[in-house]
Structure formats: structure tokens, C-alpha cells
């Protein structure tokens, strides 16, 4: 059976999902753009989270798995054109730096579950001219979790988004050995096509993203011992990696499109006025 408590950490209050027997567990600070800060599968851990960047508001979060919307990655200078004007967004979008409202909250004998919401307000109009609604529901399980999402247009126009995930895994080894069924990859630091290697060495900080046609991606964690199996919906074709140096993770990053999508306009997701898109993402071992 599945149980729920709430209780702060700091000023931040934490949901807490969890099993009676302690070897499935799920973490949510809501006004934190909606995070994960914690997942326990089969008794392990999975998520690295560094407390000081969680606590302080005007640091971008280091752990957990960040929500990324309406973008995935930077854009150049910062800024984008949109129908003859030029808007001003932070890396990886907004959604992560919001406060997400609780709403069902779901316990029951083999799994729990957990929504959240965010809509459009004048802050993000200022840097997205666009009207939304995401709702995302957390569904934890013994060796699962599962990223049910629904983005829904409000606007009178089409929508363009390239969301993503940004999670942390915890590792102490960044020797990533990977099984999927893409053979190359771009190396961001030079911006090279190379081969992609069964282990993929990310020490620095450094990023790597390669396109994928199966759903689906298989990974080593050390830390662990196990393989984790990520499954995501075809909206997602692109899987980023990203570490940085003397830190004790990596990241492994399903995203919808590459970074500055909104300036070159080639891959983007457009989601037609009064619609919806619904996708998910799921986390295994």
C-alpha cells in the first residue's frame, strides 16, 4: 500500500509519496517549478540533489529531474523572433523557476500518484505570448516512475514548444554505457558529428545529444548496479548528456528538439489553438 505525507524542508514545503515497505518513494516541491527531488525504485535512489541550490531561490536547481518549457536548452543571446517581435527567455524556459499547483493526489495498493499544474500568467506572457495549461501527473510504482503530460494551447494561435526533462542521475562513474539505436552524435563543446561509442565519457561539462527512432533508451548506473531503462513518447526523438566536472552525476535528458530551436524553426512542436498534445515519460529499472 501507498502512503502520502507532507512536511517542510527549510521553507520549502515537500509531498512525499511512498510505500510501506520503503523501497518505492517519490519527492515533489511543487513551488519549486514542480520538482522532482527525490525517486526511490526497488529500494534504490536514483536522483542526485544538491540541497543548497534546492533552498536557494535565485539558484537554478542542481538534482532532482527540472521541467523544461516552453524550451529545452539556451537561445541565442538569450532571444527569439515571433511574428516580428523579439521576446526574452532564460534557459530552458520558465516552468522550472514556478511555483505548479497541487491538485489529485492519488495512494493506493500498487501504485501513487501525484498532478500538478501550471498555467500562463502575465510573467510568462512577457516572454511567451502564449496562453496555456500543462497538467503533469507523477505515477510511482514499485520499479516505475511514469511523466504523464498534457500541454493545452488557450491561445486564439498555434503554440510552438519543445519541452524536455533534465534529470540527475546519481553516479560516481562518468563512463556512461549506453544501449539505443543511435551510431553518432553532436558534440555541443565543438560542434563535431562523431561516432557514438557503446561508453560515452562525460567528465567535464559537457554536452552530447544524439536522435533516437525507438522510444526508448538503456543506460549503466554504477551507483546502483543496474540498468535503467527510460521510455518516452515520440515527441521526444532527441536524448541529451550533460555532467559536470567533480560532480557526482549525469545527465541524461530526453528532449523534443535541440537547443535555439525557436530561432532556426525546423523541428519545433506546434500545438493548434484550442488543442492539446499529451505524452509521457517513464523512468525504470
Known amino acids: 500500500m501507498y502512503i502520502h505525507n507532507e512536511y517542510n524542508e527549510g521553507n520549502l514545503t515537500v509531498i512525499e509519496l511512498r510505500n510501506e515497505k520503503n523501497t518505492s518513494w517519490l519527492k515533489v516541491v511543487p513551488e519549486r517549478g514542480g520538482i522532482i527531488t527525490s525517486l526511490g525504485i526497488n529500494g534504490e535512489e536514483l536522483l542526485f540533489m544538491n540541497e543548497e541550490t534546492l533552498q536557494n531561490k535565485e539558484k537554478n536547481i542542481r538534482g532532482g529531474i527540472p521541467i523544461l518549457f516552453p524550451i529545452s536548452g539556451q537561445l541565442t543571446n538569450s532571444e527569439y523572433k515571433w511574428e516580428g517581435k523579439t521576446y526574452k527567455m532564460k534557459n530552458h524556459g ?9 491538485g489529485e493526489i492519488r495512494t493506493e495498493k500498487d501504485e501513487s500518484s501525484i498532478s500538478l ?5 502575465e510573467e510568462t506572457l512577457s516572454s511567451y505570448p502564449f496562453d496555456f495549461e500543462l497538467l503533469f501527473t507523477y505515477i510511482l510504482r514499485e520499479n516505475e516512475l511514469i511523466i504523464e503530460q498534457t500541454y493545452q494551447n488557450k491561445s486564439s494561435k498555434s503554440m510552438p514548444i519543445y519541452a524536455g526533462f533534465h534529470p540527475y542521475f546519481k553516479t560516481k562513474s562518468k563512463q556512461l554505457k549506453l544501449e539505443t539505436d543511435a551510431t ?8 563535431k558529428t562523431k561516432v557514438l561509442e557503446e561508453t560515452v565519457t562525460i ?4 554536452s552530447y545529444v544524439f536522435k533516437t527512432s525507438t522510444d526508448s533508451v538503456r543506460f549503466y548506473l554504477d551507483e546502483i548496479g543496474k540498468y535503467v531503462t527510460m521510455n518516452f513518447g515520440k515527441e521526444f526523438p532527441y536524448i541529451v548528456l550533460w555532467s559536470e566536472a567533480g560532480q557526482g552525476f549525469v545527465c541524461v535528458e530526453p528532449w523534443m528538439a535541440k537547443t535555439d530551436e525557436l530561432n532556426r524553426m525546423d523541428e519545433l512542436t506546434m500545438i493548434e489553438s484550442g488543442k492539446a498534445l499529451h505524452t509521457k515519460v517513464s523512468i525504470a529499472i
Open 94 to 102: 520558465f516552468a522550472r523557476d514556478l511555483p505548479w499547483t497541487v
Open 117 to 121: 499544474k501550471l498555467e500562463s500568467n
Open 184 to 191: 553518432e552524435y553532436l558534440d555541443y563543446n565543438d560542434m
Open 203 to 206: 567528465n567535464q561539462k559537457e
